[in-house]
């Protein structure tokens, strides 16, 4: 019988922790989201179920946070290039290249639409991982209003709503191969929008 890891109530031990999700990124690999199952999870692991339970309340709560922790991976930071342009550009493809070629990023499609019928996956989603998915573009935008590159005023949530929107529309149509030059774009009327007193600028 494989040993059980041994978990401390709701206190997650990290070694467990960290075998669930290994377990859970094994699944997905070699099954994709439709083969990843809770009880698959528990015995990849060598985990009991009810530990999963206790930590995530549905398979889609513990993918959101399984996504999370591979993207971190495979995304470095963005460095300062000078140029918000620049920065956004490599930022939105990094995130276009990490969806069309991992295991989680392949699953993201399957865990927003799992999300609509989770309520807990869909707060998760909008209220916790979001925010921490525009971090990075939010320093971008910083390094932006301190050369001047938008205007102090712009409303910089506008701005990642109609960035990070463009990105979700072509990942569920399928369309990320199609962006040639088209993120370019994007980022250009975006910047130059926000510098001027348009539609992403304060009143």
Same mark, same amino acid.
């Given at each position: 019988?494989?040993?059980?890891?041994?978990?401390?109530?709701?206190?997650?031990?990290?070694?467990?922790?960290?075998?669930?999700?290994?377990?859970?990124?094994?699944?997905?690999?070699?099954?994709?989201?439709?083969?990843?199952?809770?009880?698959?999870?528990?015995?990849?692991?060598?985990? !009991?179920?009810?530990?999963?339970?206790?930590?995530?309340?549905?398979?889609?709560?513990?993918?959101?946070?399984?996504?999370?922790?591979?993207?971190?991976?495979?995304?470095?930071?963005?460095?300062?290039?000078?140029?918000?342009?620049?920065?956004?550009?490599?930022?939105?493809? !990094?995130?276009?290249?990490?969806?069309?070629?991992?295991?989680?990023?392949?699953?993201?499609?399957?865990?927003?639409?799992?999300?609509?019928? $989770?309520?807990?996956?869909?707060?998760?989603?909008?209220?916790?991982? /979001?925010?921490?998915?525009?971090?990075?573009?939010?320093?971008?935008? $910083?390094?932006?209003?301190?050369?001047?590159?938008?205007?102090? @005023?712009?409303?910089?949530?506008?701005?990642? $709503?109609?960035?990070? !929107?463009?990105?979700?529309?072509? /990942?569920?149509?399928?369309?990320?191969? @199609? @962006?040639?030059?088209?993120?370019?774009?994007?980022?250009?009327?975006?910047?130059?929008?926000?510098?001027?007193?348009?539609?992403?600028?304060?009143?």
């Amino acid at each position: 019988m494989t040993d059980r890891r041994t978990s401390i109530g709701n206190t997650r031990n990290p070694e467990t922790h960290a075998a669930i999700l290994d377990a859970a990124h094994e699944l997905l690999a070699e099954h994709g989201y439709a083969g990843v199952s809770m009880e698959a999870v528990a015995r990849r692991a060598g985990a !009991g179920k009810p530990t999963l339970y206790r930590w995530w309340p549905s398979k889609t709560a513990l993918l959101i946070e399984l996504y999370e922790r591979e993207k971190t991976r495979a995304l470095a930071e963005i460095p300062d290039l000078g140029s918000a342009q620049k920065e956004l550009v490599a930022l939105i493809k !990094g995130v276009h290249r990490f969806w069309r070629k991992t295991p989680a990023g392949q699953a993201f499609r399957s865990i927003i639409a799992e999300a609509q019928a $989770d309520d807990a996956a869909l707060r998760s989603l909008r209220d916790e991982f /979001l925010p921490r998915g525009r971090a990075t573009a939010t320093v971008i935008l $910083d390094r932006a209003q301190a050369r001047g590159e938008i205007a102090p @005023d712009a409303d910089r949530e506008l701005l990642l $709503d109609v960035l990070f !929107g463009f990105s979700w529309y072509r /990942l569920l149509t399928h369309r990320l191969r @199609d @962006d040639t030059g088209a993120v370019e774009r994007l980022v250009a009327a975006l910047l130059a929008a926000a510098k001027a007193r348009g539609s992403l600028a304060g009143d």
